[in-house]
RNA sequence: CGGGGCGUGGCGCAGUUUGGUAGCGCACUUGGUUUGGGACCAAGGGGCCGCAAGUUCGAAUCUUGUCGCCCCGACCA
């Protein structure tokens, strides 16, 4: 894997059946281990947009092209990997009608209709659909045309209450990142250059992989009164006078699947965190045609099955080493090998995939052991994530300390910024990284700006980003 | 958009230089023996070689065109 890791990572997503390729470039199958995967964190997710009091909603996948032209930062951002639909059976369409590249336009149109007194708001609304971008390179999880996700879309009375909730969504996909998918983040501010189209402001979690480059793995943006503005969006306030609401979305797709395989995989394949793991632990029968195997298998599957444990028995014809290989490489994070000797000695074999380790274990309280190593798992794949972003984020106090620090392998790199886009590109340019974000921790790493020398106050993550 | 690679049973590939009845491994089916790190024996089934046109008595192989995929880079919300 460390030989060549863009190898490594789309051998990995084809052995694991996590993807297949259709027939069009960047649209990827997702194969049902893929997509169990998918469930689970939208299940996470979706309840903490529940506990934060987001609601559901669907709009539809068609945008016309005057709607998605209201904006003028907004088009010009996404016009250039849009895809229309020009026709309706043999009839050319009166107006062209694009296919959602992001819901912005939508969500605003339908806000204008809905929103007229404060009592209105605010709106906190999401939705979990798939969009189109005409990407022109695509890797599977990484860059996609298709990809599924959820977008979020509030308005509020308040710029206060807006500028809030971009940031109470950035601290829930930090919490999913770290809590459930295992993956440190570093929290921040993307400079103008690299926020969002038609955004006041865009804030970022950015993993880092394990080669060293960078993931943004989500992003929240403020977007002020600009859209609420150029599509007329306006209430009664408090005050019985006509205002703009402002408004905030957040989005966070299926990207963080490559993600995951990047950070905590390798060179057997697949590792995943428990709390997200389809299955959570596999229980392989050994010499599983002799007496009894079989049945204490199917015992131990449905005692762990009421315990809540995600838990698959596989009673193929495989032999046991193929299994273990087999399961291994989709990253289970427990095995558990039950033969006659274990039976014997009311016992089985636990292994941990994430560290090889391999014990036997008392049949006794088999559910709570296994639990507390589920549990040990999950922390050990985060210490492990924690440590690679420690180790391979270094300070730089000038451009060409900066090159200097990551000519071996892609590192995070701390340095200081004037704010000046010639020295954003300067960056890019001479030391191949992008601006990450500026992160919310972390002091200066000196006064004067890395690349032209001025005073400068802020720090900004630097990396190589995929 | 530039550079490189590749399209041949489900998967991975050989065969193409030098045209002559489409092959190997894995997977699959059936029966049997096995089972603690990718088991073994036996018998089977499956492909008009990405697509199109051309050259030829004859094309997976030569020519032209075309479609698509992968990798590296550039570009990009």
Redesign the pocket.
């Given at each position: 894997m460390d030989e060549d890791?863009?190898?490594w990572?789309?051998d990995i997503v084809?052995?694991a059946e996590l993807v297949d390729?259709?027939?069009?470039?960047?649209?990827?199958i997702l194969r049902p281990y893929a997509y169990a995967l998918w469930e689970n964190i939208q299940g996470a997710l979706d309840c903490m947009f529940k506990e934060t009091g987001h609601e559901n909603v669907y709009m539809p996948l068609l945008i016309p092209e005057s709607l998605l032209q209201k904006e003028k930062d907004?088009v010009?951002?996404?016009a250039?990997?849009v895809a229309w639909v020009t026709h309706g059976g043999s009839e050319k369409l009166t107006e062209r009608l694009c296919i959602r590249?992001?819901s912005e336009t939508l969500f605003c149109e339908h806000y204008s209709h809905v929103v007229q007194s404060y009592r209105d708001l605010p709106k906190l609304y999401n939705q979990w659909c798939s969009v189109l971008?005409w990407?022109?390179?695509?890797?599977?999880f990484l860059r996609h045309r298709e990809f599924l996700w959820q977008e979020g879309h509030t308005i509020h009375e308040t710029a206060e209450e807006a500028k809030a909730e971009t940031l109470q969504m950035l601290d829930v996909y930090a919490r999913l990142a770290e809590e459930y998918l295992a993956m440190p983040v570093v929290k921040g501010q993307?400079t103008d250059?690299?926020?969002?189209?038609?955004a006041v402001s865009?804030y970022?979690i950015e993993c880092m992989m394990h080669d060293g480059r960078a993931l943004?793995s989500g992003?929240s943006h403020y977007f002020g009164d600009g859209f609420a503005k150029a599509f007329e969006i306006v209430f009664t306030g408090r005050d019985n006078k006509l205002s703009y609401p402002h408004q905030t979305s957040w989005?966070l797709s299926t990207r963080v699947i490559g993600g995951i395989i990047m950070t905590h995989g390798d060179d057997?394949?697949l590792v995943l965190p428990p709390k997200i793991a389809p299955v959570q632990l596999v229980i392989?029968?050994?010499?599983?045609?002799?007496e009894g195997v079989l049945e204490k298998a199917r015992e131990l599957r449905n005692t762990l099955k009421a315990a809540g444990i995600r838990v698959k028995l596989d009673d193929s014809?495989?032999?046991?080493?193929?299994?273990?290989?087999?399961y291994?490489?989709k990253g289970v994070p427990l095995?558990l090998?039950?033969?006659?000797?274990?039976?014997?000695a009311g016992a089985?074999?636990l292994?941990r995939r994430d560290n090889?380790e391999?014990a036997p274990a008392s049949l006794e309280g088999i559910a709570d052991t296994v639990k507390s190593m589920l549990d040990a798992v999950q922390a050990a794949l985060y210490a492990k994530a924690k440590e690679n972003l420690t180790r391979n984020t270094v300070d730089a106090r000038t451009l060409d300390e900066a090159k200097e620090l990551t000519k071996d392998s892609a590192k995070f790199v701390r340095a200081m910024w004037c704010g000046g886009e010639a020295c954003e590109d300067a960056f890019?340019?001479e030391a191949?990284m992008?601006s990450r974000c500026v992160p919310f921790e972390g002091g200066g790493v000196s006064g004067a700006c890395a690349c032209c020398g001025k005073q400068a106050e802020k720090l900004v993550y630097w990396g190589v980003?995929y």
């Open positions: 890791f863009a190898k990572y789309t084809k052995k390729y259709s027939s069009v470039k960047g649209c990827v907004h010009e951002g996404f250039p990997e590249p992001t971008r990407e022109k390179t695509t890797r599977p993307k250059k690299e926020k969002f189209a038609g865009t970022t943004q992003t989005g057997s394949g392989i029968p050994v010499a599983m045609h002799r014809d495989n032999s046991p080493g193929w299994k273990f290989s087999e291994e490489m095995r090998e039950i033969g006659p000797r274990d039976i014997e089985c074999v292994a090889g391999k890019k340019e191949g992008t980003a």
